[in-house]
């Protein structure tokens, strides 16, 4: 048997208020949104799909897993994103040094209070 899952086509963000989530993805977060269908919205997340989803039912309503959007400089991002009002759980900080670069991350909430985080792979010197 050589099958084999390989790639992510699209991940579902639990939200309750849709407008004011599309509005922090597309306009705080800078995703190119996609469509709108029902209680669901669509972005582009770099060639994955992300689906912000309003639960049909009570136990489909719990937070999501944390996104991890990599930047190249997670200093810039965080102070645009800061800029444009979203409020970081720290500063970016150091989670751990590997042999050919520093991952750095940095945590913050989306309008639903999902945990979202940037993350950045420092080249080391």
Sequence with gaps: MNFALTQIGQISVTIHELDRAVAFYRDTLGLKHLFAAGKMA???CGGIRLMLSIPEKP???HPSSILYFKVPDIDGAAATLA???VTFEAKPHLIAQMPTHDLWMAFFRDSEKNLLSLMCEKPRA
Excluded: A, H, K, L
């Design 42 to 44: 669509f972005f582009d």
């Design 59 to 61: 136990e489909f309503d």
């Design 83 to 85: 800029e444009r009002g």
